[in-house]
């Protein structure tokens, strides 16, 4: 479908309302902890400074749910993207509608940046109110949404807006829709690794059947799967729904994609000195935990990966986090990323996993959505996306 993009949109000494998602984790004494989501918005912003615009970056932090909290002020947001662009006059504003915000803006010069406040703050925000979205739209003359993270709500900030004033995709939206796409029309062979802990997705592992030509599962959704087959998990994670959906999975014509794990490696607790030991899947005991993929497995993950030409990673596939079970996380993490393949990977605690084994610069693309990759990869539409489509439609005559 037809949109605006920077790259065919006159936004030249424009006022620019950049909706991004710096939806950031804090540390106790309120600096950011992780900025990987501001460096992400960089090329925007930068491309706006090149073009002479007054740049009003929005967002939301945290769950504030309509009130003000001091904690979840944008404050510490700003002095970050400071930080990353230290040459560059950046305003935290108070506030993020009404006429003395529009007044600063004005005043203004070219290439300005103002951050808003919280959006949250506002209820309206999150029941997307038109109201308030007419009141963000008045301080600008354009729209770009960059916050592809918040794309599959339906929100003032990413939503409603693009009633009122020609609306664009961002350069990191652009990116992640371009790379998704990839994933939904894949290179084949097209393998999607499958972890995490829950099944609570029926569509997305649908739409995996239906794209993929393997599906590996691993991390604690493996267990619903066996469980589901009534083979022991012992003292495993998993949960009645997963464990229902996984039975409905294997019931499907196209079942035999998914490949299962042969082996696990178990403790009898989650401790960082606990004793790993190599157990076959239908092997576990009542006292024990299945903590990460075994020997076996890995290497069995790798011969079908090897062939890939696009491979898809949601969700790790141990307990990562602690030393003895992150192997098959950062050896299949390692072994994919010396592939000649596209590799596209998503939702939140793989991308932990990634920085945390310093992988990041070996894989084609890492999407900075949780939901909204997964809402997408599942095959729905996002709101904010269809908006800009319409958008488009409604503006097209007059910027076409």
Known sequence: MNRFSLADFPVKYKRVLLRVDYNLPLTENNKVNDNTKIKASLPTIKYLLQQNCKIIIATHLGRPD????????TDPLAEELQQLLPNVSITKLNDCIGKEIKQRILQANPKDIFVLENLRFYKEEEKDTLAFAHSLADLAEVYVNDAFAVSHR?????????????????ILVE??????????????????????????????????????????VGGALAFAFLKAQKIPI????????SVTTAAKLLHLK?????????DFMVAESISSTAKATAVRYNQLQMNQIGLDLGPETIALFKQHLRPAQTIVWNGPLGYFELAPFSTATKEIGRFIG????????????????IHKFHLGHTMTHISTGGGATLAFLSGKKLPAITALEENYRKFKNSFG
């Not at 339906?154 to 961002?170: C, D, E, W």
């Not at 012992?234 to 729904?241: A, C, L, P, Q």
């Not at 010396?338 to 996993?353: M, N, P, R």
């Open 338 to 353: 010396k592939l000649a393949a596209t590799t596209i990977c998503g939702g939140g605690e793989t991308v932990e996993a």
């Open 254 to 262: 196209n079942r035999g994609k998914i490949i299962l794990p042969v």
């Open 175 to 216: 990116k992640e829709i371009m790379y998704l796409n990839k994933a939904l029309n894949p290179q084949r062979p097209a393998v999607w690794i499958m972890g995490g802990a829950k099944l609570n997705k029926i569509e997305f592992m649908n739409n995996a059947l239906d794209k993929a030509d393997k599906i590996l």
């Open 234 to 241: 012992g003292m495993s994670k998993t949960d009645h729904d």
């Open 66 to 73: 309509g009130k003000i909290v001091p904690a979840l002020r």
């Open 154 to 170: 339906k929100q003032a900030s990413v939503h409603a807006i693009t009633r009122f004033i020609p609306s664009l995709a961002g």
